[in-house]
Nanobody
């Protein structure tokens, strides 16, 4: 069974940083691109970033480019999202996801709240 478990969220002041992690299991992690998305209250899901299976190519949404960095450790089956210069509008539930066959599997998410 494919499982994704996020961690690292919390309350942070504007301008602060957080590093999110996603632990993957149930599939050959190193063979799949991984993504981070978020969902703010009352809004739909927003794609943030994708990293290719080997970790050498990253893609970012304009809203986070230059502030967020995606990375992965294929030896540990984990993907990370380093978030810097956080803004109040970054407040959301953050989750990682993988396109596994015909399914798009996501974790339960980790809450990030940016507030003073």
């Amino acid at each position: 069974e494919v499982q994704l478990v996020e961690s690292g969220g919390g309350l942070v002041q504007p301008g602060g940083s957080l590093r999110l992690s996603c632990a993957a299991s149930g599939f050959t992690f190193g063979n799949y691109d991984m993504s981070w998305l978020r969902q703010a209250p009352g809004k739909g899901s927003e794609w943030l970033s994708t990293i290719n299976s080997g970790g050498g190519t990253q893609y970012y949404a304009d809203s986070v480019k230059g502030r967020f960095t995606i990375s992965r450790d294929n030896a540990k089956n984990t993907v990370h999202l380093q978030m810097n210069s956080l803004k109040s509008e970054d407040t959301a539930l953050y989750y990682c996801a993988v396109e596994y066959g015909t399914d798009y599997v996501r974790g339960q998410g980790t809450q990030v709240t940016v507030s003073s």
